[in-house]
């Protein structure tokens, strides 16, 4: 049977934290991923990962404390959920999932939310997987999020999304507009490099706004603190290869369809 770690303050300096361990570019979003986390530990926040050097994994924390814009009293907030490449199919999503279920029965939670996709969006959980093990959409944005949830107390309140969200626009209606946090160790590097790049070369304004407060991520007007940007105030995606000039035209041209 294979071996999951469960990552602590203890253990965290010498335990990687599966994305861009091997990617020197990402370096310092790395570091700066492992501080968050120290940080989120303090709040009951979990990692637990497989035994191995893969991208299996699973994050989730109480949504009081999670780094989303929405109303989930006495939930689990599941966050970053990924089994990559050779190690689908094996059941270690099934394995991550029931972790996190016992999770919530033993601290008497209501049950589990997450934001994903409507259809799928990167960076973002597999939204058809998760309805084929119990979870039912609590509430759709029109611009393409819902909030799912899995109950373990069926008189629970439906989890919903923040007014914040409610209309997939931010302030700012001119050029690009990204809200990105260290909750990924790839965004320190695409957004504040790669994308700066990208917007210099298309003579495009650009405004970096960095999450850094449970406060600023809990009001934000994106659903995704992870990395989200907006092109003329829409929001357009969470797909962080958007940064690199090779992606941006096309994903712009995509989504304004």
Known sequence: MEKFITLNSTNIDAEHICCAFSDKKCDEGYQLKKEWLKKEFKNGYIFSRLD???KVFIEYGPAEFGWAPINAPEYLLVNCFWVSGQ????????ALLNQAIESAKQ????G????VGTSKFHFMSDTKWLLKQGFQISEKLEYGFSLLVLKIKNDAPNPKFKQCVSKGECENKKGIVVYYSNRCPFTDYYVNK?????AQ???LPLQIIKIETLKQAQNSPTPATIFSLYYNGKFIT?????CLESRFDKII???RK
């Open 194 to 198: 790669t994308l700066v790049e990208t």
């Open 253 to 255: 041209e995509q989504q």
């Open 52 to 54: 191995a050097r893969a």
């Open 201 to 203: 070369k298309r003579n």
């Open 87 to 94: 190690y689908k199919g094996k059941g270690h999503g099934k």
């Open 238 to 242: 969470t797909d962080l290869s958007v």
């Open 112 to 115: 589990l939310v997450t934001v």
């Open 107 to 110: 601290q008497g939670k209501n």
